[in-house]
């Protein structure tokens, strides 16, 4: 008997240590599972802070340098940034500050003039040089002009030939004078815009100014009459029968001692600087377009088309722009009074 109930006993006590131990091992895991929870948001805080301060070190080390002035944009940025890269939050704020949205915006105002500004345009929009148009673009451009204050340069580059008249034929490949003058003059122009002149072309294209060659010439007469310009340049190409072998560039004036022979002399130097040039003289004309001008005048003659080295040069683009380049630092040259007579 005594045996049995100790036997009970040690049962019921095994038991319920059981029990118990079973009780424990539900409280263990559901302390486990707290603590795993608690852990498991500890990571996912400490992630997402890690992510914010990466955000904001990226942020600062690209686009909030503002590429112009080189220094940071206010802080305010930061905010424009995180509304931008959070899509749930409104784009658009209305109680926050301009500052804090897109850095574009600031770049772009500081942008926007330097893309403006052009070498051969002006704040009122008369470009410097114009280089292809009709004749009625030619007489546009001239009133245009003409509304320029007084203090600007005005150059007239006076452009031979052109339409029904092509001028001389080149020797070898049947080039026309026209079409070389045109090139050269087009050349020039953007080169005096550079110096910041302002260029009438006589043509900006291939057609003559009028419909005969006596009407042409007194157009051209009648633009190099007005008192506009402040010295007028005639582009055309030279050639001479019977000798092959005559070459390179003339200047033509109307009489010794005038401006004409002092911008013509000045332009001269400037090729000879430039080009293998040697011709020291310039030359008297009782030219047309060297005589009616009001403006002191030179005639170029660029080279002769029946020299075959002159003829092949002349359609070379590189020598085309060295040239042109020459004849605008003269030009430049003499209207700045460093001359050469
Ligand atoms: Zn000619």
Redesign the pocket.
């Known amino acids: 008997m005594f045996e049995a109930i100790y036997r009970l006993g040690m049962y019921m006590k095994e038991d319920g240590f059981m029990d118990n131990r079973h009780n424990a091992n539900r409280k263990n895991n559901k302390q486990q599972e707290t603590i795993r929870r608690i852990l498991l948001s500890v990571i996912f805080i400490l992630a997402m802070c890690i992510l914010f301060v990466l955000i904001i070190i990226i942020k600062n080390n690209s686009s909030c340098i503002s590429p112009a002035s080189n220094k940071p944009l206010p802080s305010d940025s930061y905010i424009g940034f995180i509304i931008t890269a959070l899509p749930t939050q409104p784009l658009e704020d209305p109680t926050a500050p301009p500052e804090s949205y897109p850095t574009e915006a600031v770049n772009t105002s500081e942008v926007s003039p330097t893309e403006v500004v052009s070498p051969t345009a002006t704040s009122i929009g008369i470009p410097r040089s114009l280089t292809v148009g009709t004749m009625e673009d030619v007489l546009n451009r001239l009133e245009e002009l003409k509304t320029l204050n007084s203090g600007e340069r005005i150059i007239l580059i006076d452009v031979?030939?052109g339409g029904f008249d092509g001028?001389?034929v080149g020797i070898d490949t049947n080039v026309t004078?026209a079409r070389l003058n045109l090139e050269v003059a087009r050349r020039i122009s953007d080169k005096l815009a550079e110096k910041g002149c302002y260029v009438l072309l006589t043509r900006m294209g291939d057609y003559a100014l009028a419909k005969s060659k006596n009407a042409d010439m007194a157009e051209r007469k009648r633009i190099m009459q007005l008192d506009l310009f402040d010295c007028c340049v005639s582009i055309?190409?030279n050639a001479l029968d019977g000798d092959r072998s005559v070459r390179g560039l003339r200047c033509y004036h109307y009489k010794n001692g005038t401006e004409g022979a002092k911008l013509a002399a000045t332009v001269l130097k400037a090729v000879r600087d430039m080009t293998d040039e040697t011709r020291t003289n310039t030359y008297t004309g009782n030219i047309m377009v060297v005589r009616e001008p009001v403006a002191p005048s030179t005639l170029i003659e660029c080279g002769f088309l029946s020299n075959s080295q002159d003829e092949m040069r002349l359609q070379d683009p590189a020598y085309q722009d060295v040239l042109a380049q020459a004849i605008a630092n003269g030009i430049d040259n003499y209207l700045n009074g460093n001359t050469t007579y």
Do not use: A, L, S, W
């Open positions: 031979g030939h001028g001389t004078e055309h190409m």
